[in-house]
């Protein structure tokens, strides 16, 4: 039993985690329609971002700060020169944003090189939690994360930007024709996708590997959070990421580890068809 | 240097309204241009003894095993470039045909056609990638060439091995039969295997547990772990407390982040940690903050010159352009992955003993170098830095010596050589490739 506990509580911390950077993924579907298959690589290039501060600077602690708005600046540059050209044609943006995908992982392996490494977690203390030796720098990941998903609501929620945000993906022409500048929001839309994405791949580094495929296994349980939360429904993106992550860790904890996964998928697949719009699909827009 | 064509040499021109005349011509140049490629084609499948004699590189220069690639391709180079400076093969020049696999099982048995079909390769350094290599070993059948894999699969000169099918590194049969007697004895009888839930991982877990169990241990419950997975706490949960070994056998960043997330849960701490050279080729134990300390690998080729410690190795590590401890590329961050990328350079010296033994001229003289290959012996040299062997006649495997080496201060130390001659009693051929048709 404490192993279920201890295993189902890992779950909520690693789906936490997913949450940040599948809550970027959704903000950009949600706006601006576009299936980003690079979502992925946005979290990858955090992790390496994360990594070359600490080996340029020697300190972890920058790259909170840094990687974001680097992220950001990235984000710009994209949406001006990859997504704007494509708006309104979901079909070209899949073809567009894999070709990102595939430049940004080239990208930073001919940069950085293609051998994996690993950033050493800032806190390297263990607790026993539930018979589990546990990392506390996970549960410092997954407080970082509680915080930056509770700013990211609070400036959608109560600042003049996010209410602008708001309404552009609401109803576009409305926004527009009531002077909110929609050019300008779907860009900073985009921009903050990336740099959530980013957020995550730093505080996700010490814990998984720096690499440049290191974006490649993540994007799939990202889309799965969303497609369960519901097609560009925030809060539901959160809390999909969460449960999967829990079902999938408390699942593992008594069942074959492939099972498990398939568990999560089987999962996926009942929630589609009993609820095809996601299970909290009343919320969206 | 072959010749470059220009993009614009192959542009067609734009038709501006055709005549009877012009159509005429234009279909006798098509089949005129038809008839010659399909010569092109062709031509290799029939006696062409003089020119440059082309072997094929199968080699994975980008996606997830590009680090290693990037290795192979150095050493296959070298290798040439000595060959060419000492004359060639049999007085002809040696023309490497590179064909990048992108890391991609389809993507590497395509090129692999083409590599043969096209580029006219008579013989094929292959690729490894066990997936690749596997999906290739049929197709060089099919075309009667000459393959060297370089991954462990035990298929490529087992179950799916053919008369075409060598290799002269070690599979998971070999490293199996290398490093158990020695675990067992040194490390602990309770035994925990996780591994990737793909071909790989569960070749080793059936080879290891066999001896483990013939040798009076315990194996556990597998772990096998899905592809893609980034958090490996539920996985490592799954460990039972009485293991005294556990053996991993992931690859990459997948490697990296079990070493990572074990080092955090302190298993290694309870447990010996037990594991092959493939988990940590390519990867600098300094690089990756100490997570690998005090682990065991098994190795082809001691990372350090000083446990094998001779003038061949130092003038191979020269070539190489590596430290001579951690074989760091000099003025790069790169690891060399020299447990298996010596194959793509000594198999090139293979081939070109073949060649001149068998006096092969062209494609047709095959029978003659694949019967040279079966057996031939190789001694310790700049050609063999790796050390001596022999390429076994029956299952067309190579004999070699193995390392048995632990992660002391991020430094390989090497624990126990374990000689080519005692792996070989423990190792009888389980095929004989020679009864196989050509």
């Known amino acids: ?285 | 240097m072959t010749k470059k064509t220009k993009i614009t040499d192959l542009k067609p021109d734009t038709p501006k309204g055709q005549t009877r005349r012009s159509f005429l011509q234009t279909a006798m140049a098509g089949g005129a241009a038809a008839t010659t490629a399909y010569l092109g084609l062709t031509q290799g499948l029939f006696a062409k003894e003089s020119g440059p004699i082309v072997i094929g590189h199968q080699c994975e220069l980008t996606g997830g095993f590009s680090s290693w690639g990037y290795w192979h391709d150095k050493c296959a180079k070298a290798a040439v470039k000595l060959i060419n400076d000492g004359g060639g093969i049999s007085g002809r020049k040696v023309e490497l045909a590179i064909a990048d696999t992108e890391s991609n099982p389809a993507a590497g048995a395509r090129k692999l056609r083409s590599l043969i079909q096209r580029k006219k390769a008579s013989f094929i350094v292959g690729s490894v990638h066990s997936g690749i290599m596997l999906a290739s070993l049929p197709i060089a059948t099919e075309l009667k060439t000459p393959y060297f894999s370089a991954g462990e699969a035990t298929e490529a000169t087992g179950s799916k091995g053919s008369r075409y099918s060598f290799r002269t590194g070690t599979d998971t049969y070999a490293l199996a039969a290398a490093g158990v007697p020695w675990a067992m004895e040194n490390l602990g009888k309770n035994w925990t295997m996780i591994f990737p839930d793909y071909a790989w991982g569960h070749s080793h877990h059936q080879e290891h547990r066999k001896l483990i169990e013939a040798a009076g241990g315990k194996v556990n419950d597998p772990i096998a772990v899905p592809l893609g997975t980034k958090d490996l706490v539920p996985y490592l949960a799954r460990i039972p407390e009485e293991t005294e070994v556990l053996f991993s056998v992931f690859f990459g960043a997948l490697s990296v982040a079990f070493y990572t997330q074990q080092k955090s849960m302190r298993l290694d701490e309870k447990m010996k940690m037990y594991s092959v050279s493939g988990t940590i080729e390519a990867i600098d134990p300094r690089d990756i903050g100490g997570a690998t300390e005090g682990v065991y690998f098994l190795e082809n080729f001691p990372r350090p010159l000083e446990f094998k410690n001779d003038e061949p190795h130092k003038k191979f590590i020269e070539l190489m352009d590596v430290d001579p401890v951690y074989a760091k590329e000099n003025g790069s961050k790169r690891v060399m992955a020299k447990s298996h990328a010596w194959q793509s350079y000594e198999n090139l010296f293979v081939l070109k003993a073949a060649i001149e033994a068998s006096g092969w001229q062209s494609k047709k003289d095959t029978q003659g170098a694949i019967e040279a290959l079966e057996g031939l012996q190789m001694k310790n040299s700049l050609s063999h830095p790796q050390g001596t062997k022999v390429l076994r006649a029956e299952d067309h495997s190579g004999m070699i010596d193995c390392y048995m080496s632990r992660v002391e201060d991020s430094k390989f130390v090497l624990k126990k050589r374990i000689p080519r001659e005692e792996l070989m009693a423990k190792l009888p051929p389980r095929y004989d490739f020679r009864k196989y048709k050509l």
């Open chain 1, 1 to 285: 039993m404490e192993l279920v506990i201890a295993l189902g509580m890992n779950g909520i911390v690693w789906g936490l985690i997913i949450a940040l950077i599948a809550l970027g993924l959704s903000i950009i579907f949600g706006l601006l329609d576009i299936i980003n298959i690079a979502h992925g690589d946005f979290f990858m290039v955090g992790t390496v971002l994360a990594w070359f501060v600490l080996d340029t600077t020697g300190n972890y602690w920058l790259a909170f700060l840094i990687v974001p708005i680097i992220g950001f600046a990235m984000g710009v540059v994209i949406e001006y020169t990859v997504i704007q050209p494509i708006k309104n044609a979901a079909a070209l943006s899949i073809v567009a944003t894999f070709g990102l995908s595939i430049i940004l992982q080239e990208g930073v392996r001919a940069t950085f090189g293609a051998a994996p490494t690993r950033l050493v977690p800032p806190i390297q203390s263990t607790i026993q939690m539930f018979g589990l030796e546990y990392e506390v720098y996970r549960l410092f990941a997954a407080a970082v994360s509680i915080a930056a998903i509770l700013l990211f609501f609070g400036f959608l929620h109560r600042t003049k930007m996010g209410t602008w945000m708001r309404a552009v993906r609401y109803d576009p022409e409305t926004a527009t024709a009531m002077g909110i500048p929609a050019r300008k929001i779907y860009m900073i839309t985009f921009a903050l996708g990336f740099a959530m994405a980013a957020l995550g791949g730093v505080v996700a580094a010490p814990i998984t590997t720096v690499d440049f495929q290191a974006g490649v296994d993540i994007l799939p349980f990202c889309f799965m959070a969303v497609i369960i939360g519901g097609l560009g429904n925030l809060e539901g993106t959160v809390a999909a990421a969460v449960m999967l992550a829990f079902f999938e860790g408390v699942m593992a904890s008594f069942a074959d580890p492939t099972i498990a996964r398939i568990g999560s998928l089987c999962l996926m697949s009942i929630v589609l068809l009993i609820r095809p719009h996601g299970i909290f699909a009343g919320a969206t827009r």
